[in-house]
């Protein structure tokens, strides 16, 4: 199902990017997931307590921890902009309104091979 982009999230990404002459493109991912997994939580008959947050903002909140790890790792693995590139790609995607771009997204990928570490 296509799910429009509300108000409320084009006005957070909005007021993210006040104040601020560079706008972290992870803070836009999340909002817009939010956004969009709010909705689908909403047509599954479910809210953001059957997904394991307390609301909309406990989610951003454990987005935006995400993307500080994934930064984190990419600077002990020398690969550099690797998160903020997948968060730009994931926005857009999750932009398109589709339940099915946030289901589908694999939160545990990375762009090296972590089975190297054990070697």
């Known amino acids: 199902m296509r799910r429009p982009v509300t108000v409320l999230g084009l006005l957070t990404v909005w007021l993210g990017a006040c104040g601020s002459s560079e706008v972290d493109p992870c803070e836009e991912m999340c909002a817009a997931a939010a956004d969009l997994y709010g909705g689908?939580?909403?047509?599954?008959?479910?809210?953001?307590?059957?997904?394991?947050?307390?609301?909309?903002?406990?989610?951003?909140?454990?987005?935006?921890?995400?993307?500080w790890e994934m930064r984190l790792l990419e600077e002990t693995h020398a690969i550099e902009g690797w998160t903020d590139e997948i968060c730009v790609e994931r926005a857009d995607l999750f932009m398109e309104g589709e339940c099915s771009a946030f289901t589908g997204v694999d939160w545990n990928a990375m762009p090296w091979d972590p089975s190297e570490e054990d070697k």
């Open 40 to 67: 689908c939580l909403d047509d599954w008959g479910a809210t953001w307590t059957d997904a394991g947050y307390a609301d909309a903002d406990d989610f951003v909140d454990g987005c935006k921890t995400w993307a």
